[in-house]
């Protein structure tokens, strides 16, 4: 699970589309209104690998068992657990997207559905990764997500709380390709490392969190 500090480097797979700029993000929210600008996807990230076939080694009779840690119960507490998991939410997505991108974009609607929160999230994006699946695009390689840090909490006593996250990412690694394995390059000049706006939105008690919100900033480095 993520901290709810600034995030430490770390490698997760981001696809970067090839529509209209070849690094970008899958849709914005200006105003309530949805840009579909490209498509995000990506490579599974470090650790995302298939686990060995041989069965894990059974801890021995004397070796002291983790315990579960204790809900959290205080305002700051909960206000803690949701900053982590709405970043780790995040980052679940962008290993999500890594998978369906490095298959074609198969089955992507089952698999990236439950990450948006948002009905103009899913009618601007539904047209896109079916494109990109009709026409067998794919992609490799890795984006980095330097840092995620804190820019906004909402509490809620319903269980809809939200959290504002800014990341840097950095696409320099990712390539796309059609689906006759020619490479397909990047838009010359087009930023690879830059900074996104994130609103990450609950969904009730029991339930999951989304992206409500994705806003690119390719005219800031970080």
């Known amino acids: 699970m993520v901290s709810s500090a600034i995030t430490p480097k770390r490698t997760i797979a981001v696809l970067i589309g090839v529509a209209v700029i070849a690094v970008a993000a899958f849709a914005v929210v200006r105003s309530g209104v949805f840009e579909p600008e490209t498509v995000q996807g990506a490579i599974p990230g470090p650790g995302s690998s298939s686990p060995s076939a041989s069965a894990p080694a059974s801890p021995s009779p004397s070796t002291p068992q983790a315990q579960p840690s204790p ?48 009905p103009d999230i899913r009618s601007s994006l539904r047209g896109v990764y079916t494109n990109y699946a009709e026409k067998g695009d794919y992609t490799s390689g890795a984006a980095s997500v330097e840092s995620l840090d804190l820019t906004g909490y909402r509490p809620d006593d319903a269980g809809f709380e939200t959290v504002n996250l800014r990341a840097c990412i950095d696409f320099g690694a990712v390539e796309n390709f059609s689906k006759d394995a020619e490479l397909i390059p990047r838009q010359a000049g087009a930023p690879t490392r830059y900074q996104f706006d994130y609103t990450m939105r609950h969904q009730g008690q029991d339930s999951v969190w989304t992206i409500n919100e994705q806003v690119p900033h390719p005219e800031q480095a970080c």
Do not use: C
């Open 71 to 118: 809900s959290p119960t205080t305002l700051e507490q909960i206000k803690a657990q949701n900053i982590a998991d709405a970043k780790a939410r995040l980052e679940k997505y962008y290993e999500t997207t890594a998978q369906v991108a490095n298959n074609g974009y198969k089955d992507w609607e089952s698999k990236l559905l439950p990450f948006w929160g948002h």
